[in-house]
């Protein structure tokens, strides 16, 4: 089994920075590519970024230029930092990973992450 565990949510003012990270444990035989979506109440879960294996990034373009994704192969770790927050990017935030369990055959499939909440407000 694989788990991801997210943490470093919270409330944020406006123009304010944040910084998620999300840790993947278990049965792991290699990472392909990891990302973060979020979700806002009454709203459809969405790409915000995602980073694969060899550092390609792709990111929404409500936050090119704001959020930077990056991970840490060796701890199986992905980040995101979100500088200048706008009340819009309040939505909770989750992790998801490509995770291969096993080499042969080789089998991978999506993990997602528990949830966290980003708040940005006043």
């Known amino acids: 089994q694989v788990r991801l565990v997210e943490s470093g949510g919270g409330l944020v003012q406006p123009g304010g920075s944040l910084s998620l990270s999300c840790a993947a444990s278990g049965n792991i035989f290699s990472i392909n590519t990891m990302g973060w979506y979020h979700q806002a109440p009454g709203k459809q879960r969405e790409l915000v970024a995602e980073?694969?294996?060899?550092?390609?990034?792709n990111y929404a373009d409500s936050v090119k230029g704001r959020f930077t994704i990056s991970r840490d192969n060796g701890r199986n770790t992905v980040y995101l930092q979100m500088n200048s927050l706008k009340p819009e990017d309040t939505a909770v935030y989750f992790c998801n990973a490509n995770v291969a369990v096993t080499r042969i055959p080789y089998y991978a499939r999506d993990y997602w992450g528990q949830g966290t909440q980003v708040t940005v407000s006043s």
């Open positions: 980073i694969t294996s060899g550092g390609s990034t």
